[in-house]
């Protein structure tokens, strides 16, 4: 989050903070932040909040003004029009309500995780739609589609789930930078959180109404066969999900 101190935007810009765990060092790290932004000019609050991610964005976006509004998790590193981009695209008459910059992982050391996101990055729903790894907006109009979060882990697809695919935008003048899952059993973890994540939506009572199907990695497939310089990171990808498909019929220990 210190890449908001950075940006470079003309408007007004109100940061709220929100701290939703129990740990010192989270708190501390938040009240070290909010100085450095109002430094340069952000009004910037600090929230406690109850644990979970729904509490924290409730919470938080009871403090920010009717404008298109950015969620953005605490490792997500911004470029420096990130913010001014988005705001451009969010604005009344562009027809687009739910954007986000385009994503960059940083550098793993895993020969496994960089073959996955390889292959992970040329499917054409990651190219084309959104998809929020730590960072999207929603503009002022599109927030109104929806009072308080669910209590889910994925806030992220659900919030973009309530927005058709010509709604959507990619940014692609903008990035935002993310630190990936380095390692098979991080991988590995990070999907059965996915897998669980998305179980845990279609559980809604209500599932909004651009829910996503499963035909966006028939395209994997096809690639497969048609570019054998794909071959190797898409079969990585297809045997991670393989692992996790089986792990997640099994009883679970403990957190994942």
Known sequence: MMSLAAQRFDGDLTVVVAVNDDRPD?????????????????????????????????????????????????????STHAVADLAAVLQPGTGVHFAAPAVRFAACRSAVSRAYFQAWSR?????????????????????????????????????????????RRVVGTSTYEVLPPDGIEDLVRARLRYRRGNRELRALAQVPAHADDDRRYQHLVRRMVMRPAAWSPALVMVAVHA??????????????
Do not use: M, N
Request: glycine share 8%.
């Open 123 to 167: 499917l054409p729903y990651v190219q084309l739609s959104p998809v929020a790894c730590g960072a999207y907006a929603v503009s002022a109009a599109g927030r109104g589609r929806w009072g308080d979060l669910p209590a889910i882990h994925s806030d992220d697809k659900w919030v973009r789930w309530h927005f058709a695919p010509h709604e």
């Open 243 to 256: 692992a996790v498909a089986v792990l997640d019929h099994q009883p679970r220990r403990g957190p994942a």
């Open 26 to 78: 989270s708190l501390a790290v938040a009240e070290l932040l909010a100085p450095v932004l109002r430094g340069v000019g952000v009004e910037c609050t600090v929230v406690h909040t109850a644990p979970g991610r729904a509490a924290a964005l409730s919470a938080a976006d009871r403090f920010l003004p009717r404008a298109p509004r950015l969620y953005l998790d605490q490792d997500a590193a911004l």
